[in-house]
């Protein structure tokens, strides 16, 4: 039973470029919330998306964005990269039946901005 | 405001050590209460979760944690530490108001262990 998977790894990109990022929910799970992990932080919500549309949004720019596929899968994209977005971004996953499931994360995908 | 103190930030233990990591919160309501564990270049593993009833929660890898309502806190402890268990730990709380489950964390405790 495969867990939550997230692709690239690592990604290296410049101030003022664009990335995406992928998460595969956990097998049976249809619920995507996404979290940035700065150096020494913990991590901070980002937005969560259930069928295909985005149900909450933490303190984050326009500039972060997001899809959810017709397969649960989803997708991060972040518009002029700043050096501050620098971080692990995770990807967590649950079922939405019942308020109190808990989220079950990925390894993450580190950014690094030059 | 809402908050989530790990007042910890860095805690070394001698292998065979009983453990204690501290979590306060500061909610409006009994939120929904977890721990997890990251290992360095991983995501984070849920170790134990709290909902309602009995306050003393028991979870994965001989971890327990004790939420203590009057204190606003929820405590994880081991009572001997194994080497494996030098780690980062997240206490996270979910409102009960939030059907949607969203998270807010600490700022970790990183725990070292001695030989």
């Known amino acids: 039973d495969a867990g939550v998977t997230q692709s690239p790894t690592h990604l290296i990109k410049t101030r003022g470029q664009q990335v995406t990022l992928r998460c595969s929910p956990k097998?049976?799970?249809?619920?995507v919330s996404w979290y940035q992990q700065a150096l020494g932080q913990g991590p901070q919500f980002i937005f969560q998306?259930?069928?295909?549309?985005?149900?909450q949004r933490g303190n984050f720019p326009d500039r972060f964005s997001g899809h959810q596929f017709p397969n649960y899968s989803s997708e991060l994209n972040v518009n002029a990269l700043l050096l501050g977005d620098s971080a692990l971004y995770l990807c967590?996953?649950?079922?939405?039946?019942?308020?109190?499931?808990?989220?079950?994360f990925g390894d993450g995908t580190r950014l690094s901005i030059l | 405001a809402q908050s989530v103190t790990q007042p910890d930030i860095h805690i070394t233990v001698s292998e065979g050590a009983s453990l204690e990591l501290r979590c306060n919160y500061s909610?409006?309501?009994?939120?929904?209460l977890f721990w997890y564990v990251q290992s360095p270049g991983q995501g984070l593993q849920l170790l134990l979760k709290?909902?309602?009833?009995?306050?003393l929660v028991q979870g994965i890898k001989g971890f327990e944690a004790e939420f203590k309502r009057s204190q606003s806190s929820f405590n994880l402890r081991k009572p001997s530490v194994h080497w494996s268990d030098a780690a980062e730990y997240f206490c996270?709380?979910?409102?009960?108001?939030?059907?949607?489950?969203?998270?807010?964390f600490g700022a970790g405790t990183q725990v070292v262990v001695t030989p």
């Open positions: 097998s049976g799970h249809d619920t």
């Open positions: 909610y409006g309501a009994t939120p929904y």
């Open positions: 709290y909902f309602s009833g009995d306050t």
């Open positions: 998306y259930y069928e295909e549309e985005e149900r």
């Open positions: 996270a709380v979910g409102a009960t108001t939030d059907s949607w489950g969203k998270l807010q």
């Open positions: 967590a996953s649950s079922l939405r039946q019942g308020n109190n499931q808990p989220q079950h």
